[in-house]
């Protein structure tokens, strides 16, 4: 079955160190791969999605399909990184139409 | 302002007593989905939509009704609300599962 596994519930970094978030997925086809953040009293929001190759707010992530990783990376944490994370996987369901399906989620602790 | 509404944001009830949760969006989205927030669960699907009059179980649909009767409109339904049904449940919008996901403010759900 397709699944997202975020292997961490907890990661707590000092500021000004570096944060990967992991993300391994699984699915045969083609994966549509998305990064979601809740920050404390807010919905979640999108904070980016591999098919636009692009750093939100420093933070990038490289979809590798060898791996079926998708790790989300920032090189420097800042105290308003302090959110959870997840990851999110987008796929082409057996009898037609997609589905959108998330990981367990990471709580990120940005510390001073 | 294009958005994901919820009703109501919190909500207490008793075991066994019918309750609607709604939830409207106006950005004309096709894709409309229910999940509920379990601490080290993540995010769990409970039902979706791909277009009107076309819903389809998601991961934990036992104990929930769903209905699109409306594109903007996608209301979640407990029959007989029991105390595991107590949860955060967001519900969320998308042009399609592969695009942007907007997401609600969250319904906080206690079921005594």
């Known amino acids: 079955a397709q699944r997202v596994t975020q292997p961490e519930k907890l990661l707590s970094v000092f500021k000004g160190a570096p944060v990967e978030l992991k993300c391994n997925y699984s699915?045969?086809?083609?994966?549509?791969l998305f990064w979601y953040v809740q920050y404390s009293r807010q919905r979640l929001q999108l904070l980016l999605r591999h098919i636009s190759r692009e750093s939100i707010k420093g933070f990038t992530a490289d979809l590798n399909k060898g791996e079926t990783s998708f790790h989300l990376k920032k090189p420097f944490a800042q105290e308003e990184d302090s959110a959870m994370y997840y990851c999110a996987l987008s796929y082409i369901l057996t009898g037609g139409g997609n589905k959108l399906t998330f990981g367990t989620g990471t709580q990120l602790k940005v510390e001073l | 302002e294009a958005q994901v509404t919820q009703n109501p944001r919190y909500l207490i009830t008793v075991t066994g007593k019918k309750l609607t949760v709604t939830c409207s969006q106006n950005?004309?989205?096709?894709?409309m989905s229910w999940y509920r927030q379990d601490p080290g669960l993540g995010l769990r699907q409970i039902y979706y939509?791909?277009?009107?009059?076309?819903?389809d179980k998601g991961d934990v649909p036992e104990g929930y009704k769903v209905s699109r009767k409306e594109k903007r409109n996608f209301p979640l339904i407990l029959e007989s609300p029991s105390p595991n049904q107590t949860s955060l449940y967001f519900c969320?919008?998308?042009?399609?599962?592969?695009?942007?996901?907007?997401f609600g403010q969250g319904t906080r759900l206690t079921v005594v």
């Open positions: 950005m004309n989205h096709e894709y």
């Open positions: 969320a919008s998308s042009l399609v599962p592969n695009t942007e996901a907007f």
């Open positions: 699915y045969s086809g083609s994966p549509e």
């Open positions: 939509s791909m277009n009107v009059e076309a819903t």
